[in-house]
């Protein structure tokens, strides 16, 4: 069965970095559109970065130049870099996947009905 597992998360001081990582299983992750998502508390899921199959990335203005997301199609994985962290990116970070969500564009990003599949999520905490 489908599997994304989301870790990396924990609590880090403003202007410090962290990684997530997402590996998956259960589908075949090089033909999926893989994203990541987050939602601070009270607030609406809102989308952080996608990437295609093709490599090719959309990133929300509030993380553009300091978050970097990648995948490995080799071990399945997905991986969020974010850097110079702000106490405004404290949320549950969430990993998903759509074999067709990046067929949006930068609009995948704007609701959660464009990924079909999704993580638990991690936490990140920044003071």
């Known amino acids: 069965h489908v599997q994304l597992v989301e870790s990396g998360g924990g609590s880090v001081q403003a202007g410090g970095s962290l990684r997530l990582s997402c590996p998956v299983s259960?589908?075949?992750?090089?033909?999926?559109?893989m994203a990541w998502f987050r939602q601070a508390p009270g607030k609406a899921r809102e989308g952080v970065a996608c990437?295609?199959?093709?490599?090719?990335?959309f990133y929300a203005d509030s993380v553009k130049g300091r978050f970097t997301i990648s995948r490995d199609n080799a071990k399945n994985t997905l991986y969020l870099q974010m850097n110079s962290l702000k106490p405004e990116d404290t949320a549950m970070y969430y990993c998903?996947?759509?074999?067709?969500?990046?067929?949006?564009?930068?609009?995948?990003?704007?609701?959660?009905?464009?990924?079909?599949?999704w993580g638990q999520g991690t936490q990140v905490t920044v003071s």
């Open positions: 990437i295609d199959t093709d490599g090719s990335t």
């Open positions: 259960g589908f075949i992750y090089p033909a999926y559109c």
């Open positions: 998903a996947a759509d074999r067709f969500g990046c067929l949006r564009g930068r609009t995948a990003l704007d609701s959660t009905t464009a990924f079909g599949y």
